[in-house]
């Protein structure tokens, strides 16, 4: 009988869903958007018991990792153009199966491709292990961008009053 197969590819998006998912504090949530474009999990940020940010994963992965300072991740311009018009803040995170860890950059610091490819290569520097990353940083660094992006939606309400 011919059935569905779980491929290989299957079984690292659950892997890397999952080592994300244990990775992050204990009292932040994910959700995982029912149409995929490019967001492959939102990260819901809570102070104390109260939901106050939230940020968004583009999930990739490997069974084996690059041997050098940096873990590679391709990404199609079409969803890099996605993400980066996006108004929240954007984590690439790479899952390596073969080191059981996952590295991670923010879209913000990736140079921006050359629009005539259909994909392109990001480095993720090794350093970004996110068995290790600093989330108090991440938090504080979400939290001025919501800031600015809310203060500059103020100066533009009151600038469409004034005319």
Same mark, same amino acid.
């Given at each position: 009988?011919?059935?569905?197969?779980?491929?290989?590819?299957?079984?690292?998006?659950?892997?890397?869903?999952?080592?994300?998912?244990?990775?992050?504090? &204990?009292?932040? %949530?994910?959700?995982?958007?029912?149409?995929? $474009?490019? !967001?492959?999990?939102?990260?819901? *940020?809570?102070?104390? @018991?109260?939901?106050?940010?939230?940020?968004?994963?583009?999930?990739?992965?490997?069974?084996?990792?690059?041997?050098?300072?940096? &873990?590679?991740? %391709?990404?199609?311009?079409?969803?890099?153009? $996605?993400? !980066?018009?996006?108004?929240?803040? *954007?984590?690439?995170? @790479?899952?390596?199966?073969?080191?059981?860890?996952?590295?991670?950059?923010?879209?913000?610091?990736?140079?921006?491709?050359?629009? &005539?490819?259909? %994909?392109?290569?990001?480095?993720?520097?090794?350093?970004?292990?996110?068995?290790?990353?600093?989330?108090?940083?991440? @938090?504080?660094?979400?939290?001025?961008?919501?800031?600015?992006?809310?203060?500059?939606?103020?100066?533009?309400?009151?600038?469409?009053?004034?005319?």
């Amino acid at each position: 009988m011919n059935l569905p197969i779980r491929d290989r590819n299957r079984i690292l998006e659950s892997k890397s869903l999952l080592f994300f998912r244990n990775n992050i504090p &204990e009292n932040w %949530t994910t959700t995982v958007p029912d149409d995929d $474009y490019g !967001v492959d999990l939102i990260v819901n *940020i809570f102070e104390g @018991k109260h939901p106050a940010y939230d940020f968004e994963i583009q999930l990739k992965a490997s069974e084996n990792s690059i041997v050098c300072d940096f &873990e590679k991740a %391709t990404l199609k311009l079409s969803t890099y153009n $996605y993400l !980066v018009s996006r108004l929240h803040v *954007i984590m690439l995170v @790479k899952y390596c199966e073969e080191e059981k860890e996952g590295y991670w950059i923010l879209l913000s610091s990736v140079s921006k491709p050359n629009q &005539e490819n259909n %994909t392109f290569t990001v480095n993720i520097p090794k350093i970004n292990k996110l068995s290790t990353i600093d989330w108090s940083t991440v @938090k504080a660094y979400i939290k001025e961008v919501v800031d600015y992006k809310l203060c500059a939606g103020e100066e533009f309400r009151n600038r469409i009053k004034q005319e």
